[in-house]
């Protein structure tokens, strides 16, 4: 497979994430890799999003999810790749923030 391929992850990140702004980051950090997709709180005290976008880009975005903003103590970051998005329409714009679930 090449880094050029469209790839759509679903991911929950668990530890000390809740609180700690990291939703924001997620769009922010997102969409400077030209992300689209979505990001929520999960009331089991997770952070559940879903990201489309260049092979390289999303590798790299599961990476730094992995370290999460500065406040965030990230215990696993759980990926399934699927094939198409669960909340949002493909044509959605960038990264957006959901209601928590």
Wanted: glycine residues 6%; aromatic residues 8%.
């Amino acid at each position: 497979m090449n880094n050029n391929s469209i790839k759509i992850a679903h991911i929950y990140i668990t530890g000390i994430v809740q609180g700690v702004s990291y939703r924001w980051w997620f769009q922010n950090e997102g969409e400077k890799k030209e992300l689209k997709g979505w990001v929520r709180n999960r009331t089991s005290n997770r952070v559940e999003a879903e990201i489309l976008g260049i092979e390289k880009n999303v590798n790299e975005m599961i990476k730094k999810c992995k370290e999460g903003p500065p406040l965030a103590e990230v215990d696993d970051v759980i990926v399934n790749y699927v094939d198409k998005f669960s909340e949002v329409k493909n044509n959605v714009k960038g990264i957006k923030i959901l209601e928590t679930i």
